[in-house]
């Protein structure tokens, strides 16, 4: 009889264990995903000009955060975004990464990243640095959860700290650009 309830519970419980121990990596994963959002959205932040090796040193610094787990499925994107007083839409001026934005594209953003005066009227000059980061998990028990991984994604957004926006290259003037 016990040999009965013993046959009968083990598979639950491995079940059970295996799946506590996916879920736990999954989640510890997305927090990484998050990290990295975050900290390639605020290295560049800290910058008044950025240049192809710098946005490389940012990245592969971003990457790291990721250890003990692989690197190679994220897929990282950093762009500036200049926010039109006139209608509030926020344009990428440069984008590099993975899957670069074309210069010029509308992003969308959180109202309440938009500063305005107290009237409500968007306030002029405002950029935003905003990272994408999209990993794909693939479980150590892929059969049980999914074969195909679990995309998980996350975006971060961190306003220029040196300057009034992040110049990419050489700046041509100390003016931000708008278009």
Do not use: H
């Amino acid at each position: 009889m016990a040999a009965t309830e013993f046959a009968m519970i083990v598979p639950l419980m491995l079940v059970m264990l295996f799946g506590t121990i996916e879920v736990s990596s999954g989640v510890a994963v997305n927090r990484k995903v998050t990290l990295v959002a975050r900290t390639l959205s605020d290295l560049t932040s800290q910058s008044k000009v950025v240049n192809d090796a710098d946005v490389t040193n940012f990245l592969a610094a971003s990457y790291g955060i990721m250890w003990p787990y692989s690197s190679a499925p994220v897929q990282a994107t950093i762009s500036e975004l200049y926010i039109d007083p006139a209608t509030s839409v926020a344009r990428v001026q440069w984008s590099k990464g993975k899957a670069p934005r074309g210069a010029g594209s509308t992003v969308s953003i959180p109202s309440g990243l938009i500063g305005r005066d107290s009237s409500g009227k968007v306030l002029p000059n405002q950029y935003l640095i905003f990272s994408e980061v999209s990993y794909i998990y693939e479980p150590v028990l892929g059969y049980v959860m999914s074969k195909a991984g679990i995309r998980l994604r996350d975006t971060a957004f961190t306003r220029p700290r040196q300057s009034a926006c992040v110049f990419f290259g050489n700046p041509s003037s100390i003016i931000c650009p708008t278009t």
